[in-house]
Each structure stands twice: as structure tokens, then as C-alpha cells.
T-cell receptor
Framework: GEDVEQSLFLSVREGDSSVINCTYT??????LYWYKQEPGAGLQLLTY?????DMKQDQRLTVLLNKKDKHLSLRIADTQTGDSAIYFC?????FGAGTRLTVKP | GAVVSQHPSRVICKSGTSVKIECRSL??????MFWYRQFPKQSLMLMAT?????????EQGVEKDKFLINHASLTLSTLTVTSAHPEDSSFYIC?????????????FGAGTRLSVL
């Protein structure tokens, strides 16, 4: 069946950039999304990209989409300790397993 | 922006009891709401799609009689875990789409952590 995959862990130092990668299989998705989940909380929509775009920038967040390779990435510039959380990528209905981002001071 | 409210945020119950979780769209009318379950260190699993005024659509492997979904109004969907058992302990999250403003954006509730003793 269709699937969304992402690496489970990422650790960076405060002030560095974080890049979280995701691959998906369903090419019919209209949008692709990034969500943030803080401990014990629900999901917060961070950003999304329309499937016919290849880049979207929103303040410290940059989303890159390679539709040919079905690869999505989220770059967080100047990562802060408050960015520590689990980040989920998703297509229209499926979610990846989440990448736990740890930001070290 | 659109807000989805989920209640309760946490519930502890005895095995065999039923638990009802509510999901409300506060700023918009949601003809469709979604129910997810999240196991520790795992991704969200879509359980069912709740359709206002009609029966919910369940994903494969999800027991309809176990997880009762009711979407009686355009702003409220409920998930009832019937005869809960310890293996039902999980984090349940609902979401809704605003069909007018942002058809493809899902807004999530804060989740309900269910612990069955």
C-alpha cells in the first residue's frame, strides 16, 4: 500500500540548521504537510506545500519537494531548544512515523 | 484560525467500561472529521473517517463495534471505546477539515490519552 517514511531521530546543536527528510509513495496527494508534536500534546500544523511547487519558505522553515523522487524535506534554520519535538510528514491521509528532533544547547 | 477542541485530554478507566471522546470544530462546520490512534513511538494510524449524517468509514482492521463513531452535527464527532481493555490504552487524536477555507488542511485536537487499568 501507500506509505510515508522518515528517519526516527535527529540531533543538532542550538543555532545549527536541522533537515528532516521524508519519502512518500502516493503521487496523487494534492498537498504534503509537516506537523510538530510536543510531548503529550496533539499535532500542530507547521507548514504545507502544494504538490506542484518545489519550495516553500516560511520564516525559519523551508520545505523542499522533489516530486520526481517523491522526497520531501523540512529545514529549520537557527534551531532552538524550543524546536525539540517530533516532526511528522504526511500526505493527504498518511503520516510518517515521526522524527524526534533533539536540540542540544 | 480554525480550532478543533477535543475532550477529555486524559481519561483513566477500569477494564470493561466504555469511554466517550468528543471532538468539536469551534470555528467552522466540519462535514468530515478523522479519528487517529497513536501508539508510543509510532506514527498516527487513521482509524476512521467520520461523516456528518452518515455512517463512519472505518479503516481495515479497526473494529466498528469496538470503536463507535457518531457525527450527529456539523461541529461534533464522538468516538466511544466500548468495553475498554488495557490494549486499548493509547493516544487518540481527532482532526477536522474546514471545507470552506482550507479543504486540504487538517486541524487537530490536542488528543486524548486513554489509560485502561
Amino acid at each position: 500500500g501507500e506509505d510515508v517514511e522518515q528517519s526516527l531521530f535527529l540531533s543538532v546543536r542550538e543555532g545549527d540548521s536541522s533537515v528532516i527528510n521524508c519519502t512518500y509513495t502516493d503521487s496523487s496527494s494534492t498537498y504534503l504537510y509537516w506537523y510538530k508534536q510536543e510531548p503529550g500534546a496533539g499535532l500542530q500544523l507547521l507548514t504545507y506545500i502544494f504538490s506542484n511547487m518545489d519550495m516553500k519558505q516560511d520564516q525559519r522553515l523551508t520545505v523542499l519537494l522533489n516530486k520526481k523522487d517523491k522526497h520531501l524535506s523540512l529545514r529549520i534554520a537557527d534551531t532552538q531548544t524550543g524546536d525539540s519535538a517530533i516532526y511528522f510528514c504526511a500526505d493527504d491521509m498518511r503520516f510518517g512515523a515521526g522524527t524526534r528532533l533533539t536540540v542540544k544547547p | 484560525g480554525a480550532v478543533v477542541s477535543q475532550h477529555p485530554s486524559r481519561v483513566i478507566c477500569k477494564s470493561g467500561t466504555s469511554v466517550k471522546i468528543e471532538c468539536r470544530s469551534l470555528d467552522f462546520q466540519a462535514t468530515t472529521m478523522f479519528w487517529y490512534r497513536q501508539f508510543p513511538k509510532q506514527s498516527l494510524m487513521l482509524m476512521a473517517t467520520s461523516n456528518e449524517g452518515s455512517k463512519a468509514t472505518y479503516e481495515q482492521g479497526v473494529e466498528k463495534d469496538k470503536f463507535l463513531i457518531n457525527h450527529a452535527s456539523l461541529t461534533l464527532s464522538t468516538l466511544t471505546v466500548t468495553s475498554a481493555h488495557p490494549e486499548d490504552s493509547s493516544f487518540y487524536i481527532c482532526s477536522a477539515r474546514d471545507p470552506v477555507l482550507a479543504k486540504n488542511i487538517q486541524y487537530f485536537g490536542a488528543g486524548t490519552r486513554l489509560s485502561v487499568l
